[in-house]
């Protein structure tokens, strides 16, 4: 079968740069959304330089040119989007509904995947505010494009290893302690971690399979669905000593977020909702979905042993 030409917008970001890469390695003919009005952020020039060097097409366009995004999306199969949905950064989920929009007027989009990559949003209708705010945007995404009949996929990835691992699942931590933890009530709710790498590829595995297609994909790797005491297991024994360990219960930790920003508070409702209520790994997979790597055992994931030995 002949593989799916894949336009990504948002390319150069944490997650999108990792997309470019795995589409081009899976070999998709790779189109990347470049902004006309870059200035002079020389890094995500050069980033797309690169991805030009490795086989890409960029393809300019704005979501303030509805224009320049109906031809960009008429030179592909399928739109990836992976713009920021974090407010410590910039929330932009909104502004897909102008990419849907376009994709509608373009017609001949194959398959549409939104930015989500976190949480699955449809479990989240009772989410705490003012992180509810990521959740209810999304799906405002989701309503139009399912309104507009668009083919779609959306992706559910659950926990990014570089910010959870990496600071033993403790916001604002990504390097992880030689000496001290702080347990989020007992630690031992369980959450599912996976490799950004990991992520990205899943995702494109799944752009030309119609086993997924108007589902959710799940990532859940077996041997990476682990509480917080569990990972900070894997990294004494890595470290061959012990960590001190206090803990902050829910009352504790909801009271210290109020007194932090909007931005703050949106990043901190949602560790809130995974490490102490459990969001991610609490519900069972239905009908509307498929778990990636049941779906493609091809890829090798990175546990989150292997992941953690980074840091020695």
């Known amino acids: 079968m002949e593989k799916s030409k894949v336009l990504i917008i948002g390319g150069t970001g944490y997650l999108g740069k990792r997309l470019v890469k795995a589409s081009l390695a899976e070999g998709h003919e790779t189109y990347v959304l470049q902004r006309e009005d870059m200035g002079v952020d020389i890094e995500k020039v050069q980033m797309l330089l690169s991805f030009k060097e490795e086989g890409a097409h960029l393809v300019l366009g704005s979501f303030n040119d509805h224009r320049t995004l109906v031809e960009a999306v008429r030179l592909v199969d399928v739109v990836i989007c992976a713009i920021s949905g974090v407010h410590t950064r910039s929330h ?132 990476n669905i682990l509480s917080q005491r569990e990972v900070v297991e894997v990294w004494e024994k890595l470290i061959g000593k012990q960590l001190r360990k206090s803990s902050i219960s829910k009352e504790e930790f909801l009271a210290t977020m109020k007194t932090q920003n909007y931005a703050e508070q949106v990043g901190l409702t949602h560790y809130y909702h995974v490490c102490y209520e459990g969001c991610l790994a609490n519900f069972e997979i239905g009908e509307e979905g498929e778990e990636a790597s049941q779906l493609y055992p091809e890829i090798k994931y990175t546990s989150v042993h292997e992941y953690m030995k980074r840091y020695l």
Do not use: W
């Not at 897909?96 to 949003?121: C, W, Y």
């Not at 290893?161 to 369980?190: E, R, T, W």
């Not at 899943?202 to 790797?221: A, E, H, S, V």
């Open 92 to 223: 932009q989920i909104l502004l897909q509904l102008k990419l849907v929009d376009a994709i509608n007027e373009a017609g001949n989009v194959k398959r549409f995947l939104p930015s989500e990559f976190g949480t699955d949003p449809a479990k989240m209708e009772n989410a705490m505010e003012p992180g509810r705010v990521t959740f209810d945007d999304k799906m405002v995404v989701r309503k139009a494009i399912e309104d507009a009949g668009i083919p779609f996929t959306y992706v559910s990835a659950n926990c990014f290893a570089g910010y959870f691992l990496g600071g033993l699942c403790q916001p604002g931590s990504i390097l992880p302690s030689m000496d001290h933890v702080v347990l989020l009530g007992d630690g031992n709710q369980k959450a599912i971690y996976v490799d950004e790498d990991d992520i990205a590829m899943y995702t494109i595995k799944t752009i030309d399979d119609p086993r997924t297609l108007n589902k959710t994909l799940y990532l859940r790797p077996p041997q």
